[in-house]
C-alpha cells in the first residue's frame, strides 16, 4: 500500500489506516525519539505524543517532500516541546552520567545501531540534545539556541564538547576490547 | 563521525512494545469523543435561555389575564412617578370585569399582589369616564396637571376601589424609563451587525529551517481588509445594572494577499497576412509571423476569508444617565466552525491556494480556532416603543493560532471593530 493510500486514509480517521501508518514508521520514529530520550518510558511517551499529532496535523502535509522526513519532523519538534516541558536540558555542566556508562563495541565502523544510541543516551542532556538537534536533525546553532533559550555560542560550545566525549568513549571502548 | 552517526541511524527501526499502539488509540478515541465540546456548550446556552424564558413568562410575568384586584384607596406620592407611560384601557362589561382587546382584566382579590409583582414597577396610574382621551399622554407633568382638576387619572401604589367605573386606563411606565434606570429586571434580545478590521500577526511557532524567511515573505504579502460580524443574542439585565448575554454569530475575517511578480516574460505574437492582387486577377497571401517577449511585472491578488460560527457569553454592566445610557461589556466568545479560504505562500514560498480553490493537502489553519476575548464600550440613545439603538466600539483578541500546532508559523489575530444594532425588551 502506497503512502498516499494511508495518508488518504487517515485523512478519513479510519482507525485501520492509521495502524498500517503505525506499524510502517513507529520503528524509524522510535529511534529519534530513543535519541532524544535514552530512558525507554520517556521515548514511548515522546513516540505516542508524535503520533497524536501527526494523525492531527496530517492534512498539512502537501505530498512534496519526502513523507518519511516530514514523520521524523513532527516527532522531533514532539519531542523538544517535551524536553522543554520536563526541563531535560537543564543542567548543561553536569558531565558525571557520561563517566558511569559501559560500551562493548570493537571498532567506531564496527558499532552497531544499539551501540550508538547507547553511546548518544549516555551524552549528559544538554549535549545530547544539541548533537542531535544540529548533527542528525540539521538545526542551525541560531535555532537550536531559538528553541533551547540559550546562546548560539553556548550551542557550539555544547556540540563541541558532545563530539569529544563521543571521541573519548569511542577510544574506550577500543581500548577495553 | 558525524556522517557515520547519521546513516547508521537514519534508517533504524528500534523496536516498538505492543503498549504505544494502545495507548494511541485510546487517546484517539478519546479525542474523538471530545470533538464537539463548543456544540455542548451551544446546547446547554439554549436550554438555559428557555428555561430562563419560561421562568421569565410564569412567575415574573404572567398572562395579561391573570385576575387582579383593587381594594382600596390608598392615593401615593407623586414623586415616584416615571417620566412617561404606556396607557391600556379597560372597558367595563359587567361588574368589576373589563376587557381590552383579547384581554381580559378581573378586578378580584388579586390585584395587589399581581401587580406589585408581576410588574417591573411599584405604581400605576388610573383614570375613568370622560378623561382618558386627556390620559393618554406621555409626559408625567401633562397626567399631573390633569389630576389637579379631574377626579382621574390618579396615582394608586396597589389599591384602589374601581367598582362602579364604566372604563379604566391602567398606565405603567414607558420602556424608556426602565431602561434606563437600574431599577428593574428584564430579559432582552439585541440584533447586533458591524465592521471590524483584523490585525495580523505572525511568530515562528516551528524552528524548521528558513521559517524566519518564510515569516518575512508572508509578512509583506498579506493585508488586513475590512471585515464584518453579526450576531444574534439574547440576555437579562439585573437590577444592580449587570447584564448577561449569549447567542450565535457570524464573523468573517477578511485579508488580502498582494504579490508582484517583476521580471515576468510574457511571450506576444504577432500574425500579419497580406494580400497583393495582380493585374491578371491572380494575388499572393504574405504571412508574416512575429514572436516578441514582453518583459513586465505580473500581480497577483486574492482575497482570503477566514469565516467563523461563534458562541460569545458575554457579561456587561450598565451605566444610565438622564437621557443615555452606556453598557460596558466583555467576555469571550468560542469559536465553534472555522472555514478557511484564499491563497498565501506556501513554506517553498510559492503562492497556493487552500480551501475552495485548493486542492486539499495544503491546509494550514485551523477549523476551530478557540477562544477569543471581547471588550466593547456601548452608547445607547434613543428609545421606540421597546426597542433601543446604539453604537459599540469593541476590540476582539485570538487566543490562539489560526494555523495548525505543525505549521511552521503561528497566525494570531487583534480584531477592531464597531458594531452597531438594535435590541428588544420583554
Excluded at chain 2, 372597558?91 to 382579590?109: A, C, R, T
Amino acid at each position: 500500500m502506497s503512502d498516499r493510500e494511508i495518508i488518504l486514509g487517515c485523512l478519513q480517521k479510519n482507525r485501520n489506516y492509521q495502524k498500517i501508518l503505525f506499524d510502517k514508521y513507529s520503528g524509524i520514529l522510535m529511534t529519534v525519539c530513543r535519541r532524544y530520550f535514552p530512558e525507554h518510558e520517556l521515548a514511548e511517551d515522546a513516540l505516542q505524543e508524535g503520533f497524536i499529532r501527526i494523525f492531527q496535523s496530517l492534512q498539512q502535509f502537501n505530498f512534496q517532500g519526502s513523507f518519511e522526513g516530514w514523520l521524523k519532523k513532527v516527532v522531533v519538534n514532539v519531542a523538544l516541546r517535551k524536553i522543554q516541558t520536563e526541563r531535560k536540558v537543564r543542567d548543561w555542566a553536569d558531565l558525571s552520567s557520561a563517566e558511569n556508562k559501559e560500551f562493548r563495541c570493537s571498532a567506531i565502523d564496527k558499532l552497531e545501531e544499539e551501540d550508538i544510541l547507547t553511546i548518544i543516551g549516555s551524552l549528559p542532556s544538554g549535549y545530547r540534545t544539541v548533537f542531535n538537534m544540529y548533527v542528525m536533525d540539521g538545526f542551525s546553532h541560531k535555532e537550536i539556541a531559538g528553541v533551547l533559550s540559550i546562546t548560539e555560542s553556548t550551542s557550539r560550545s555544547q556540540l563541541v564538547k558532545a563530539r569529544q566525549m563521543l571521541q573519548k568513549m569511542i577510544i574506550e571502548t577500543k581500548e577495553s576490547d | 563521525m558525524d556522517q557515520f552517526f547519521k546513516d547508521k541511524l537514519d534508517q533504524y527501526q528500534s523496536k516498538v512494545p505492543h503498549s504505544a499502539w494502545e495507548g494511541i488509540d485510546t487517546r484517539l478515541s478519546e479525542e474523538q469523543v471530545n470533538t464537539r465540546p463548543f456544540l455542548w456548550i451551544l446546547l446547554i446556552a439554549l436550554v438555559l435561555l428557555t428555561l430562563g424564558y419560561l421562568f421569565y413568562k410564569d412567575v415574573i410575568s404572567p398572562a395579561k389575564d391573570a385576575p387582579v384586584e383593587i381594594e382600596d384607596n390608598a392615593i401615593a406620592s407623586t414623586e415616584s412617578l416615571p417620566r412617561s407611560f404606556k396607557v391600556n384601557y379597560y372597558q367595563k362589561e359587567e361588574d368589576n370585569i373589563y376587557y381590552v382587546g383579547p384581554e381580559k382584566l378581573v378586578l378580584s382579590d388579586a390585584l395587589k399582589s399581581d401587580l406589585s409583582s408581576n410588574t417591573p414597577f411599584q405604581s400605576f396610574l388610573i383614570a375613568s369616564g370622560p378623561t382618558l382621551e386627556q390620559v393618554e399622554m406621555n409626559s408625567t407633568d401633562a397626567l399631573f396637571n390633569l389630576q389637579t382638576s379631574l377626579e382621574a387619572p390618579k396615582l394608586l401604589p396597589t389599591n384602589t376601589e374601581l367598582a362602579g367605573k364604566e372604563t379604566v386606563a391602567i398606565a405603567w411606565p414607558d420602556y424608556k424609563d426602565y431602561c434606563y434606570s437600574n431599577s428593574n429586571h428584564y430579559f432582552f434580545i439585541e440584533f447586533n451587525a458591524g465592521l471590524d478590521f483584523p490585525f495580523q500577526k505572525l511568530g515562528v511557532q516551528h524552528f524548521a529551517s528558513e521559517a524566519q524567511h518564510y515569516r518575512d515573505q508572508r509578512a509583506l504579502t498579506e493585508y488586513g481588509s475590512i471585515s464584518y460580524n453579526a450576531n444574534l443574542l439574547a440576555g437579562y439585565i439585573h437590577p444592580t445594572g449587570l447584564l448577561a448575554k449569549t447567542g450565535i454569530q457570524y464573523a468573517q475575517l477578511n485579508e488580502k494577499f498582494y504579490l508582484v511578480k517583476e521580471s515576468v516574460v510574457k511571450i506576444q505574437t504577432k500574425i500579419t497576412i497580406d494580400t497583393m492582387f495582380k493585374e491578371d486577377g491572380s494575388y499572393i497571401i504574405n504571412r508574416d509571423t512575429t514572436t516578441a517577449e514582453i518583459m513586465g511585472e505580473e500581480k497577483l491578488t486574492t482575497n482570503n476569508h477566514f469565516r467563523m460560527v461563534d458562541v460569545p457569553l458575554i457579561i456587561g454592566y450598565r451605566y444610565t444617565g438622564s437621557n443615555f445610557g452606556i453598557e460596558v461589556n466583555t467576555g469571550l466568545i468560542f469559536n465553534i466552525m472555522n472555514y478557511s479560504s484564499g491563497r498565501i505562500f506556501d513554506e517553498e514560498i510559492h503562492p497556493t491556494y487552500y480551501g475552495a480553490k485548493g486542492d486539499g493537502y495544503f491546509s494550514p489553519f485551523k477549523t476551530r480556532v478557540g477562544l477569543s476575548l471581547y471588550a466593547g464600550i456601548r452608547y445607547m440613545t434613543g428609545f421606540y416603543g421597546r426597542t433601543q439603538f446604539y453604537v459599540e466600539p469593541n476590540l476582539r483578541y485570538y487566543f490562539n493560532s489560526f494555523s495548525n500546532n505543525d505549521f511552521p508559523l503561528s497566525q494570531k489575530y487583534m480584531v477592531l471593530g464597531i458594531t452597531s444594532g438594535m435590541k428588544y425588551f420583554f
